[in-house]
T-cell receptor
Framework: DAKTTQPNSMESNEEEPVHLPCNHS???????IHWYRQLPSQGPEYVIH???SNVNNRMASLAIAEDRKSSTLILHRATLRDAAVYYC???????????FGKGTTLSVSS | DAGVIQSPRHEVTEMGQEVTLRCKPI?????LFWYRQTMMRGLELLIY????????DSGMPEDRFSAKMPNASFSTLKIQPSEPRDSAVYFC???????????FGEGSRLTVL
């Protein structure tokens, strides 16, 4: 399985944008890039996913590098509720399992 | 939709006892996954099913662990006999087929004394 590399932790202030990086230099052409987050004492929840083009939804934006070797999850205005562990995961198709790494622990200060 | 439903939410048992964790996936989702989370090892995939058939159980720690999915609306993860090192939060997730999005339950926190 292609692997991802994320910083262990990041800090942000409330209402500021947050850019969470993910490196996946061994990504294959059919790998989708998924982002999940896990709030304290909860199960992981889906944030966003993409293949080649940048993606936006109500939670976040996903910026994918042209060579697809890296991506960035963008939270446009961080809130205290966004404090969580963020996981960047590659998977090649629906019905295959997501393998979670250690993720990035995001702290948000008021 | 009620989401993925797991039971029990918390279980405390003694070493050697049998433990059964239950999961009801979201209706219409064809894939179901069991994960285990500990501080030391993070989130680990144990086993997953497609259309009720086990596809990959390579993450099941040992023969003490078994999982079944007798129908599309129910799955169990059984540990027999349980050991203290099995203490963890066990998550069940089901997958929306058209997007690949996983929906996780709230987890079952298992403590084996």
């Amino acid at each position: 399985d292609a692997k991802t590399t994320q910083p262990n932790s990041m800090e942000s202030n409330e209402e500021e944008p947050v850019h969470l990086p993910c490196n996946h230099s061994t990504i294959s052409g059919t790998d989708y890039i998924h982002w999940y987050r896990q709030l304290p004492s909860q199960g992981p929840e889906y944030v966003i996913h993409g293949l080649t083009s940048n993606v936006n939804n109500r939670m976040a934006s996903l910026a994918i590098a042209e060579d697809r070797k890296s991506s960035t999850l963008i939270l446009h205005r961080a809130t205290l509720r966004d404090a969580a562990v963020y996981y960047c995961i590659l998977t090649w198709q629906a019905g295959t399992a997501l393998i979670f790494g250690k993720g990035t622990t995001l702290s948000v200060s008021s | 939709d009620a989401g993925v439903i797991q039971s029990p939410r918390h279980e405390v048992t003694e070493m050697g006892q049998e433990v059964t964790l239950r999961c009801k996936p979201i209706s219409g989702h064809n894939s179901l996954f069991w994960y285990r989370q500990t501080m030391m090892r993070g989130l680990e995939l144990l086993i997953y099913f497609n259309n009720n058939v086990p596809i990959d159980d390579s993450g099941m720690p040992e023969d003490r662990f078994s999982a079944k999915m007798p129908n599309a609306s129910f799955s169990t993860l059984k540990i027999q006999p349980s050991e203290p090192r099995d203490s963890a939060v066990y998550f069940c997730a089901s997958e929306r087929g058209d997007t690949g999005e996983l929906f996780f339950g709230e987890g079952s926190r298992l403590t084996v004394l």
